[in-house]
């Protein structure tokens, strides 16, 4: 049984993570409105994982990852937020912090995330940065590369395989049932994520990188 602490002041949405996660029985929930309280019951449980928000009145996010990786230096950190800026998951990573997720993330996405943190790997979920516009091309390029998630989704990685199999973004969205506009976003995240500037470059590295095969 994996000891969780959520932690978030808004306790709607703070009820939605605990709604969610109580799906897996092998998860006991804490949840916390107050990140204080959450300090003081942390120093008496032990805990696997905690999911806290980085905006909070009483004490922010980070302080809260400081104060409580000095009691437990292994404990595992899941940091959730709308702030998608890139000094945020520079703070996060420098930190060793084990995920970070956008509060618009899906229930799928939650749960395969505390699954993966509990299971001693990292993940951040960077997405965002790609239509973020206040973060520059080197802060992007720095983080994906500090990043130890996967480089590229599965989704991805379905879409630069056709791609390179020469499928069109029209054939390519009635294969895999998306619409063209989403087959369109995910050529562009893939194009970033290599930082590939036209076709036969994208197709040159996917391959080289071992992402696709000719």
Partial sequence: MYNI?????HRLFLDGLQYI???????????FTNPMIALETFKS???QLVVTDINMNELNGLELMIKLRAINPEIKILAVSVRSDA???KRLLDQGIEGYLPKNSSKDQFIGTVQK????EKHYDMN?????KSSNQNEKK????????????????????LIVEGETTIQIAEQLFLSEHTINSHRKNIAFKLDTKNLAELITKAVKLGLAKI
């Avoid at 996660?21 to 949840?31: G, P, Q």
């Fill in 45 to 47: 449980q032990k805990v």
């Fill in 5 to 9: 602490f959520l932690v978030d002041d």
């Fill in 128 to 132: 965002y940065l790609i239509n973020n």
């Fill in 117 to 120: 943190i509990l299971e001693g």
């Fill in 142 to 161: 720095y983080l994906y590369q500090q990043n130890n998630s996967p480089l590229l989704t599965e989704r991805e990685k379905e879409v630069l395989q």
């Fill in 21 to 31: 996660l109580k799906e897996v029985e092998a998860y006991n929930i804490h949840v």
């Fill in 87 to 89: 000094s945020l998951i």
